[in-house]
């Protein structure tokens, strides 16, 4: 069997999560990494980090999937709808990503934190395995 490269499974489903979060209404965009500073409300595709995932026969890998919604207002509600966009936007990635299958994709975590006066950010993280072929 042909090496496949972990790093390729790691750029595949970023690049699916990240037009998946494109998709999501009543944002003012999507970036990647730390130090955005946008208009809220704004998303952040953080750390995509990926183990083995492989079986006898398939190369496979399981990445965590870091995602956050930043917002401003009174109350955290506008952040907390976004939130469930962005689980729905990720939950529905295409099942063939550049040269992976998907076999799954888990919630792992949504949570929802005060982050100044007036400031609020969800953290979505998910699991996504993918195996080549």
Not at 14 to 22: C, E, F, T
Not at 30 to 57: H, M, N, R, Y
Not at 84 to 100: F, H, I, K
């Amino acid at each position: 069997m042909a090496a496949v490269s972990g790093a390729g499974a790691v750029a595949a489903v970023r690049a699916g999560v990240l037009a998946r979060l494109r998709m999501v209404g009543g944002i003012n965009g999507v970036w990647e990494g730390a130090g955005v500073s946008a208009a809220a409300p704004f998303v952040v595709l953080g750390d995509v980090a990926a183990s083995d995932w492989g079986t006898k026969d398939a190369v496979g890998r399981e990445l965590r999937v870091a995602v956050t919604v930043r917002d401003r207002g009174d109350s955290p509600a506008r952040v907390e709808t976004l939130a469930g966009e962005v689980e729905a936007a990720v939950a529905a990635l295409p099942r063939e990503l550049d040269g992976w299958r998907v076999a799954s994709v888990v919630l792992l975590r949504s949570s929802v934190v005060a982050s100044g006066k007036g400031a609020w950010a969800a953290m979505v993280d998910h699991r996504v395995r993918v195996l080549a072929g």
